[in-house]
């Protein structure tokens, strides 16, 4: 196997720190978390006194200043534990850079330290029940009235929406511009007319907490704005490139956890008085999926480099995003025939791996407009 070359000695002892906090705070706990459809806040704080939480965002406002390296630490052992049901990365690298990047300094000094140390839990609002991929046809409102903004609209899908303090709502500040009237206003949701649909019961992902969002008139200070009005679009396609990497970062973790889990099944399953790995095809299959997923591996590594050189450009994200989420969820099907029966039975990884590793195609951004992402950088497309 290739050595990977990204990552210093002190990233692999937070590594290892990483690892034992999945171990003992999380894998046991999954199950039950599972079951109940959302996780334990204390999850959160311990995660937060770890420094497991915002690792990336300034000391001054709770974080601990880290290259994005921990970050993707962070997200290959969450995927290597196979838990499916914390919401930390789109937390602490998604919500968190919005505030840093865009938002004022009242807002970072009021919200950023908090979700540090996971005493408020972060979410962003784009789907609605009529757009999910096309954020251009958003029909939530944030209309200007003196110095403040009354939001109105609905969101689904929401990713930490039932646990959620604060809310980014991509919403609409000029409807007629279309696209280029759209905004990001930060709501918290202790403000009134804002509530809480139901938690969302998915085929996987069971234990992330996924609800619907309702804004009723909800009167937001004009300050909870981040950066300027009718300029969210812009903010978001700049932001899209490292969201779309977390993903293409847990596909690879997740595919080479698969393999490993079924390389150890196979050598210990009989069938027909052998075991399964003495098959030829067994190996020549794992031989196979190992080394899809050696190059999924090699070309993230590379797009890694390229983000810590701000050189990552949204196509070659785009790529990642969509490859290695087809990969993953091609090594995973794979690895289940190789389990037979018992790769349909809950009670093993590979059953939870194969129905979590499915909406890694569909969210942030479905492989389809990745493909017209990719397809329009090479001067194709409408005009």
């Not at 894998?27 to 999850?43: K, S």
């Not at 300050?223 to 293409?248: S, T």
């Not at 993953?328 to 190789?338: A, F, M, N, Y």
């Amino acid at each position: 196997m290739i050595p990977r070359t990204l990552f210093s000695p002190e990233h692999e002892t937070f590594r290892d720190s990483v690892r034992r906090f999945m171990e003992a705070e999380v894998q046991p706990h999954e199950e039950r978390w599972q079951e109940q459809g959302y996780v334990d806040r204390e999850v959160w704080q311990k995660a937060g006194a770890n420094g497991f939480l915002c690792p990336s965002m300034p000391e001054e406002y709770g974080g601990a200043a880290a290259d994005k390296l921990y970050s993707v630490i962070l997200i290959e052992e969450q995927a290597r534990a196979n838990s499916s049901s914390l919401g930390f990365g789109l937390h602490s690298e998604i919500v968190a850079p919005y505030l840093l990047n865009y938002g004022n300094e009242h807002l970072k000094k009021n919200y950023l330290p908090k979700m540090a140390v996971g005493e408020m839990i972060g979410a962003i609002a784009m789907s609605e029940p009529g757009a999910g991929s096309d954020l251009q046809a958003v029909k939530t409102t944030a209309t200007k009235k003196g110095d403040r903004y009354v939001v109105n609209g609905s969101k689904t899908f929401i990713t930490n929406g039932w646990h959620s303090d604060l809310v980014i709502v991509v919403a609409k500040t000029d409807p007629a511009k279309g696209a280029k009237g759209t905004s990001l206003i930060v709501v918290d949701t202790s403000m009134k007319g804002f509530s809480k649909g139901k938690r969302l019961k998915k085929m996987g992902l069971k234990g992330q907490d996924t609800a619907e969002l309702f804004f009723d008139n909800v009167e937001v200070p004009a300050e909870n704005l981040l950066g300027q009005e009718n300029n969210g679009f812009i903010y978001l396609m700049q932001e899209l490139p490292w969201e779309r990497m977390q993903i293409a970062i847990a596909a690879v973790a997740k595919a080479e956890a698969a393999i490993q889990w079924t390389t150890d099944y196979v050598r210990e399953r009989k069938a027909f008085g052998r075991t399964v790995a003495s098959f030829q095809n067994t190996r020549f299959k794992l031989a196979e999926l190992a080394t899809e997923a050696q190059i999924a591996r090699v070309f993230v590594d590379r797009c890694l480099e390229l983000l810590l050189d701000k050189k990552l450009d949204t196509a070659t994200a785009s790529m990642a995003k969509y490859w290695c989420s087809d990969v993953e969820c091609r090594i995973i099907d794979e690895c289940l025939q190789l389990h037979g029966g018992y790769g349909f039975m809950w009670e093993y990884p590979i059953a939870r791996a194969y129905v979590d590793a499915r909406v890694q195609r569909i969210y942030g951004g479905t492989n389809e407009i990745m493909k017209e992402v990719i397809s329009r950088s090479m001067g194709l497309g409408e005009r």
